[in-house]
């Protein structure tokens, strides 16, 4: 049985993507409506909303993940030896050392594997990564998917929203099938394609004479990844139900250039779930208590005065009376019209301040320990992680297996195709350290800290040497902290030669110059 085209599954799953999609639009019409509008809508038909809540919330939660999910001056994965591997790489240590040669073998693998993450760090900032993943993990707070697309050729990757890709998963979520639709030029299609469009595939795509179509005119482009039985995907083009010469590849799942990230998971469902939509109902009706509160504010605002029919004070005369003005007439014969809502008014507006402060707390807008710019800390970075580990309950840590995972090893595979990097032995797997640990190697450095304070507390200090292995733990200390050890740390050599001019030295305070200059002679 042949496959369908590109076209028709993504016709079939667009169905079930209906109501994810309708989800999206609600939660964005709450928050962000410019982040996920309908097809229909432009810029200037989209809603506008009576409150900042939702957007101001969007922002610092989206913000606050990108800075400890991907901090910007810490490499966010780390290399590391599987276990056997690294016993072994220690007992070499440990032989080298009864050798009385100097145990560095450990050290150094670190060092070298320390390299690579800085490498895959100044990749992700300088080919675009940044600005990529900050827009997707707004769609994925808003709506709980989006798409990146790493197109081949082009200078940067691209992050899709629901109403350009659709999905199916396993009911492991394990991902099946994946396509996304772009629209591009007649003439761009044709070129895609090597010849030009058939009278059959214009008319299929909606042209319904042949030879109307102009350059200006949009056809789609289907890009589409179906996985094997073998566990790979099938990766390839298609454009009017014909396939792209060139664009047909087998894949393996961290090579494929296509990646659906999904904000909470849902086993069994093709598409996650945001967060937004766990404060929807807060978000509705702080958005209609709002709405409320301005119109009622702006009605009570209007000023409109009343004259007693009879009177001798002319209407005339006050209507078109100036500020400040004489005007001859009774003061009782004046009233002002009052709506006489205060109470209800201070009932709305004190259910709107509990709305507030209950999303406040949700959205984490009321801590700010990080500050403005890139440059901040490591302290601030475990702090923010900590604030979403409680603040989302256990979803902070998922993310580095939905979001950060996925762009990790796509971020490798990436390199060692371009020849930036070699390839990994299987003993090293990229490691993700999330959630109350450190990002980065810098928990190691905290560890090791930890370890010498204890060790002091315990050992007597002129008694450490006996024990511990200064050289290594410097220089582990320096790889954990992303330092270049050999900028910082002496060789074995310099440390003789030092060694060497402090005893001379000594030799000549306690025994004299000249008892020095006849050992010379000698």
């Known amino acids: 049985m042949n496959a369908p085209t590109l076209k028709d599954e993504y016709a079939r799953l667009e169905r079930d993507r209906y109501k994810v999609l309708e989800r999206a639009h609600k939660n964005a019409v709450l928050t962000v409506p410019s982040i996920q509008p309908r097809d229909y809508q432009s810029s200037e038909d989209l809603p506008q909303n009576f409150q900042s809540m939702g957007a101001r919330g969007v922002a610092n939660l989206s913000s606050k993940l990108l800075l400890s999910l991907f901090p910007p001056t810490m490499a966010f994965m780390r290399l590391e030896l599987d276990p056997a591997t690294l016993e072994e790489l220690i007992a070499e240590d440990a032989r080298l050392a009864e050798a009385g040669e100097k145990p560095k073998i450990v050290s150094e693998v670190q060092a070298a594997l320390s390299e690579i993450e800085k490498q895959a760090l100044s990749e992700f900032d300088t080919e675009g990564w940044r600005p ?22 082009a200078k940067s990757p691209t992050v899709l929203d629901l109403r350009q890709f659709v999905a199916k998963r396993d009911p492991e979520n394990r991902l099946k099938t ?69 664009s047909q590849n087998l894949v393996e799942p ?33 958005e209609q208590l709002s709405r409320a509160l301005a119109e009622g504010a702006m009605i009570m605002s209007k000023v409109v005065f009343l004259v007693r029919p009879g009177s001798s004070t002319k209407v005339s005369s006050i209507s078109s009376a100036p500020n400040g ?68 309950g256990g979803v902070y840590s998922s993310l580095a297996e939905t979001v950060q995972r996925p762009l990790v090893e796509y971020l490798y595979s990436r390199m060692k195709r371009t020849g930036k990097i070699t390839a990994l032995p299987k003993e090293v797997k990229p490691v993700i350290a999330t959630g109350l640990e450190a990002i980065s190697r810098n928990h190691q450095a905290v560890r090791i800290q930890q370890f010498l304070q204890s060790i002091n507390q315990s050992i007597p200090p002129d008694q450490l040497i006996q024990y511990l292995r ?29 060694m060497a001019a402090q005893q001379q030295q000594s030799a000549v305070e306690n025994l004299g110059p000249d008892v020095i200059r006849a050992a010379a002679q000698q």
């Open 132 to 153: 990529v993943v900050a827009e997707a993990l707004r769609l994925l707070v808003v709506t709980g998917n989006c798409v990146i697309y790493d197109r081949p050729g």
């Open 178 to 246: 994946l396509i996304i639709r772009q629209g591009i030029s007649v003439i761009d299609a044709e070129a895609y394609l090597g010849h030009e469009l058939t009278r059959a595939q214009l008319q299929g795509e909606g042209f319904p004479e042949y030879g109307t179509e102009t350059n200006e005119d949009v056809i789609d482009l289907y890009t589409g990844a179906r996985r094997t039985e073998e566990g790979k995907f099938e990766f390839f083009q298609e454009i009017a139900g014909e396939i792209v010469s060139g």
């Open 254 to 286: 961290k090579d494929l250039p296509l990646m659906h990230l999904q904000f909470s998971p849902v086993f069994g469902e093709s598409y996650g779930r945001s967060y937004i939509e766990d404060y929807q109902a807060d978000l509705l009706v702080l």
């Open 325 to 392: 003005s004489v005007r001859v007439g009774d003061s009782d014969d004046i009233s002002a019209i009052q709506a006489q809502k205060g109470g209800d008014m201070a009932v709305a507006y004190s259910q709107m301040q509990d709305l507030k402060t209950a999303l406040a707390k949700a959205f984490l807008l009321n801590s700010s320990v990080q500050r403005g710019g890139e440059r901040v800390t490591a302290e601030e970075v475990r702090f923010s992680a900590m604030e979403l580990e409680a603040a989302l």
């Open 470 to 498: 200064y050289e290594s733990l410097l220089a582990d200390l320096a790889t954990s902290l992303n330092l270049p050890k050999d900028q910082y740390i002496r060789t074995a050599e310099e440390i003789q030669q030092i």
